[in-house]
């Protein structure tokens, strides 16, 4: 791994999901120097090509996140997991991104709470034997709508039949907890199962509020 890239993608990164018209990842285009001799080829090329979208006068956000999704997709040595939030409308699209995202090298799949949390742990997918990953959940909004308290309404009542094998009086209580405005919605679930690797950085519009990420 070659000096600071970590560094600059996570920084990248940041400017990506929080800055919405592309005025301040312009201006730290435009003043951003390195030497080419220290970052790999890919990550050079994308610089240059984004510096002078920036010195003109467009510069699409979307033409940058396909740019940025397509490095990181072909560097998986930077670490880097991008989470298209508008692809999740729901919890089974919700897997079927982890999945993309994560699990392509895999003959299988994950499809519980639980399997996303054992993957972040490492030993398989994308990023098995890292020490360290960093998440950026574009458009984290939408996520956190889909997968709120009506989605998880229809969760917990689905493990409430008459025949289900789960445990009824825990996802009882799971259940009243949210009607009553107290409990928490899968989103909230899935950001605690984030929240609680330590090896992993979460990048989301709001969050972390400085501009450079180091990832180690």
């Not at 397509?70 to 997991?81: I, K, M, R, T, Y």
């Not at 897997?95 to 392509?104: C, D, K, L, P, T």
């Not at 309404?153 to 009824?168: D, I, V, W």
Request: hydrophobic share 35%.
């Amino acid at each position: 791994m070659k000096t600071d890239e970590k560094k600059l993608v996570g920084t990248l990164a940041h400017f990506l999901v929080s800055d919405s018209d592309g005025t301040a990842l312009s201006s730290f285009l435009c003043s951003l120097t390195y030497q080419p001799s220290t970052i790999r080829t890919e990550l050079v090329q994308l610089l240059n090509k984004w510096q002078n979208k920036a010195a003109g006068t467009v510069f699409l956000g979307e033409d940058l996140w396909t740019d940025f999704k397509q490095l990181v997709g072909s560097n998986p040595d930077l670490g880097v997991a991008v989470i298209d939030g508008y692809s999740i409308n729901d919890i089974a699209s919700f897997y079927e991104e982890i999945n993309a995202v994560y699990m392509s090298s895999e003959s299988w799949k994950i499809g519980s709470l639980d399997g996303f949390d054992d993957l972040l742990y490492g030993g398989f997918g994308t990023f098995k034997d890292a020490n360290s990953h960093c998440i950026v959940w574009k458009d984290i909004a939408h996520s956190r709508t889909s997968l709120g308290v009506e989605t998880t309404l229809a969760y917990y009542q689905g493990k409430l039949g008459a025949e289900s094998p789960f445990n009824q009086t825990h996802f009882q209580k799971k259940l009243d907890e949210l009607k009553a405005g107290r409990g928490e919605t899968y989103f909230d679930i899935v950001a605690d199962i984030i929240q609680s690797h330590r090896k992993v950085t979460w990048i989301y519009n709001g969050y972390p509020q400085h501009k450079s990420v180091y990832l180690y």
